[in-house]
């Protein structure tokens, strides 16, 4: 078969499971499509994640690194336990008791796996947006965010992804974006869904750093 330009290269991964099958639409997703030559150059102009900072600007949102003057609502968040309830318990704000050093470490330590903004509406913090879990080799990664309580129901949450989404696609060399939800977290699926993001997996149990497992569908755009 002569492949044409444009057209995946299609290997034939062993497909087992259901479970098996949406992993093998993934990485059918991830293999570079013949006369991929010429993107390459494009892609090599793009910025590699976590090599910025960046400053995202919406109608209506900032996503920006935290300073020290976060403080007061970084603990507001991280104290309200209906925000972490559907959340994994190994999130980086909760690593240390004082705020103020979790915020001192997010561009040291906490980026060697994962770039945390502050989400800022009229230059009020609203909460936090993730991105994380890396693959450089096939170009993907895994977004996620928590609002304080008073925010919620006002479409800052779904107005921050797609300002995640956008950065993600036009300024970074991320092809894959991916994001993990509990099951009972119907508000987070409605945001994901508005997003154009897919239900790839449901139910799949995950170690998300409690006693028993997690029970968590799996989302991709
Ligand atoms: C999940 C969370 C981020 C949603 O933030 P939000 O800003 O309130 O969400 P949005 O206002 O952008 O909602 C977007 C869509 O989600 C859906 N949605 C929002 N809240 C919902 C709820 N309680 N139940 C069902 N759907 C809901 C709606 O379809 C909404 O679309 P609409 O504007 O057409 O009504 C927020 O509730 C939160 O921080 N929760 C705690 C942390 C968390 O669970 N984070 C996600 C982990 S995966």
Redesign the pocket.
């Given at each position: 078969m002569v492949a044409r330009p444009g057209r995946r290269v299609l290997y034939s991964p062993p497909c087992a499971s259901r479970w098996n099958r949406k992993l093998s639409w993934l990485w059918f997703k991830a293999l570079p499509t013949v006369g991929d030559a010429g993107k390459e150059g494009g892609r090599r102009m793009r910025k590699k994640l976590f090599s910025e900072i960046p400053t995202l600007t919406g109608e209506r949102l900032v996503l920006k690194r935290l300073g020290p003057a976060d403080a007061e609502p970084l603990r507001e968040l991280v104290d309200s336990p209906?925000?972490?309830r559907?959340?994994p318990t190994f999130l980086f704000e909760k690593r240390y008791p004082d705020v103020r050093e979790v915020i001192g470490r997010l561009y040291t330590e906490c980026l060697e796996s994962s770039l945390i903004l502050g989400v800022f509406r009229d230059d009020a913090f609203c909460?936090l947006a993730e991105i994380y879990g890396l693959r450089d080799p096939i170009h993907k990664v895994s977004v996620?965010?928590?609002?304080l309580e008073r925010?919620?129901?006002?479409?800052?949450?779904?107005?921050a992804l797609g300002m995640m989404i956008d950065y993600l696609h036009t300024e970074t060399d991320i092809e894959i974006i991916t994001?993990?939800?509990?099951v009972e977290?119907?508000?987070?699926?409605?945001?994901l869904?508005?997003n154009g993001f897919s239900l790839v997996v449901h139910g799949v149990d995950e170690d998300w750093g409690y006693e028993k497992p997690t029970v968590a569908d799996k989302w991709i755009r």
């Open positions: 209906r925000v972490y559907w959340l909460g996620g965010y928590r609002l925010c919620w129901g006002q479409g800052i949450a779904g107005e994001a993990s939800t509990m977290n119907r508000a987070s699926a409605g945001v869904r508005k």
